[in-house]
C-alpha cells in the first residue's frame, strides 16, 4: 500500500474561520509537464473543504477580487463573474448559470496543524532559491 503524498499548504491558523482564501499552485500533469492549479480553500469551524477555482459555467476563477470568494451573506462559495453560488461543503451550484454543476473538489487532511493537499503531485521547490536571512 503506497504512502500518502501530503503538501502543506498553509496553517490551520491562517484561514480564519467562515473564510475562504485562493492558492496558486503547480501540479504536475500526467505527462510530467508543470500547468497551473488554482485552487480554494474554505475553512468553516474545525472543517476545510478545497476546491479548484474555476467556475463550471465558463472555466473563469471564483474570485472577482483576490480572495473574494464568498457571497454577500458569507455562506456559500460565488463566481464574481456569473453570480452562480455554491455550497460549501459539497461545491455543488445551487443558484445560477451552473445550476446542476459543481465545482471539483481536492482532496485536503489537518496534519500537525497544516492544510495539506493529498493526491496529487504538485511541482516542488528544489531548494536551491534558500530565503537569505532567515
Known amino acids: 500500500m ?23 499552485l503547480m501540479i504536475l500533469g500526467k505527462d510530467g509537464t508543470p500547468r497551473p492549479w488554482p485552487i480554494v480553500i474554505v475553512r468553516w469551524g474545525k472543517q476545510v473543504f478545497g476546491y479548484i477555482n474555476r467556475c463550471p459555467h465558463h472555466g473563469v476563477n471564483l474570485d472577482w477580487e483576490r480572495n473574494q470568494f464568498l457571497d454577500t451573506n458569507g455562506t456559500r462559495l460565488m463566481c464574481g463573474k456569473h453570480g452562480s453560488t455554491f455550497d460549501l461543503g459539497t461545491g455543488a451550484c445551487v443558484d445560477g448559470p451552473c445550476k446542476g454543476r459543481g465545482l471539483t473538489p481536492i ?12 493526491g496529487i503531485r504538485l511541482v516542488e521547490d528544489d531548494g536551491t532559491d534558500d530565503e537569505e536571512g532567515a
Open 107 to 118: 482532496g485536503l487532511a489537518v496534519l500537525d496543524g497544516d492544510i495539506c493537499v493529498t
Open 2 to 24: 503506497e504512502a500518502m503524498t501530503a503538501y502543506a499548504i498553509c496553517r490551520f491558523s491562517d484561514i480564519p474561520s467562515q473564510r475562504a482564501i485562493g492558492f496558486h
